[in-house]
T-cell receptor, first 113, second 112 residues
Framework: GESVGLHLPTLSVQEGDNSIINCAYSNSASDYFIWYKQESGKGPQFIID?????DKRQGQRVTVLLNKTVKHLSLQIAATQPGDSAVYFC????????????FGKGTLLTVNP | SQTIHQWPATLVQPVGSPLSLECTVE??????LYWYRQAAGRGLQLLFY??????ISSEVPQNLSASRPQDRQFILSSKKLLLSDSGFYLC???????????FGSGTQLSVL
């Protein structure tokens, strides 16, 4: 069925480097996408979202890019810090009256000092 | 500002015992409310969602049920827990459809 998945299950970076976490989605009707950060034993924390009428959105140290042609979503974290170490999930909503967010399996980001 | 409270943080229950997890939201009215379950190292699976008092939609057949007795209260229950009910349970709320969810801190349930 339709699903959201991640290219890389783990990513290890050096402190200060930029991180890029990728996500592929298969539902062409999806029009709203969200990135969440989840630290161990905690609930997911909202990072940034983007709607399908945009292809880029920036937040504080984070940028989300949406490529609808290839159904690809990415999260870029600038100047990665040890506190960024966590699992990152992408989620998508297929629109209409659909209340359901479909989550990917997550990418574990480890930041090495 | 809005806050979501979920308790308890951890719970160990024997097989066959009942379950009641509670979630409350403050600072907003008529939120959409959700229960998700997360298996270890996995993504989030939607169990139930509610768009209003007494309105519950179930996403997957299971041993669990949900209720919304008040506008900002969402309860997850079971009459008899199974081993397979173990997991990390997350309550969440949103302002409407196609909006970001805000999650509670989660309950780690271990059924032994």
């Amino acid at each position: 069925g339709e699903s959201v998945g991640l290219h890389l299950p783990t990513l290890s970076v050096q402190e200060g480097d930029n991180s890029i976490i990728n996500c592929a989605y298969s539902n062409s009707a999806s029009d709203y996408f969200i990135w969440y950060k989840q630290e161990s034993g905690k609930g997911p924390q909202f990072i940034i979202d983007i709607r399908s009428n945009m292809d880029k959105r920036q937040g504080q140290r984070v940028t989300v890019l949406l490529n609808k042609t290839v159904k690809h979503l990415s999260l870029q974290i600038a100047a990665t810090q040890p506190g960024d170490s966590a699992v990152y999930f992408c989620a998508e909503n297929s629109g209409g009256s659909n209340y359901k967010l479909t989550f990917g399996k997550g990418t574990l980001l480890t930041v090495n000092p | 500002s809005q806050t979501i409270h979920q308790w308890p943080a951890t719970l160990v229950q024997p097989v066959g015992s009942p379950l009641s997890l509670e979630c409350t939201v403050e600072g907003t009215s008529n939120p959409n409310l959700y229960w998700y379950r997360q298996a270890a190292g996995r993504g989030l699976q939607l169990l139930f969602y509610s768009v209003g008092i007494g309105q519950i939609s179930s996403e997957v057949p299971q041993n669990l049920s949900a209720s919304r007795p008040q506008d900002r209260q969402f309860i997850l229950s079971s009459k008899k827990l199974l081993l397979s009910d173990s997991g990390f349970y997350l309550c969440a709320w949103s302002t409407g459809t196609r909006e970001k969810l805000f999650f509670g801190s989660g309950t780690q349930l271990s059924v032994l």
